[in-house]
């Protein structure tokens, strides 16, 4: 399975970024998908994640009521939606995918890894 993210940017605080993930290769891998951030000097910290029908959705409470993830299968596609963004929000993103199906928030339980998109918040 390959991911590939894209989308990061720089932003004002208060704006928005929407982050997409695309997977190819054994997706019948990608299960659960989810989204993970790095700030620098900071451990890969969950933020997001997606069960494969989507009806599931998993958030950390730091993003929790800003953030939407979701998916589109048909595309092998998973997107954060990031609203009401904070210059705390400032991190490299990175999308992760597991086959199994029950939702992890540890980042050692995804085997698939995109390559991170940096996401800058300005304040």
């Known amino acids: 399975v390959q991911l590939q993210a894209c989308g990061g940017g720089l932003v004002q605080a208060g704006g928005s970024l929407r982050l997409s993930c695309a997977a190819s290769?054994?997706?019948?891998?990608?299960?659960?998908m989810g989204w993970f951030r790095q700030a620098p000097g900071k451990e890969r910290a969950f933020v997001a994640a997606?069960?494969?029908?989507?009806?599931?959705?998993y958030y950390a409470e730091s993003v929790k009521g800003r953030f939407t993830i979701s998916r589109d299968n048909a595309k092998n596609t998973v997107y954060l939606q990031m609203n009401s963004l904070k210059p705390e929000d400032t991190a490299v993103y990175f999308c992760a995918a597991r086959s199994a199906t029950v939702v992890s928030y540890d980042r050692r339980q995804y085997r698939y890894w995109g390559q991170g998109t940096q996401v800058t918040v300005s304040s």
């Open positions: 290769g054994r997706t019948s891998s990608t299960n659960v």
């Open positions: 997606i069960t494969w029908s989507g009806d599931n959705t």
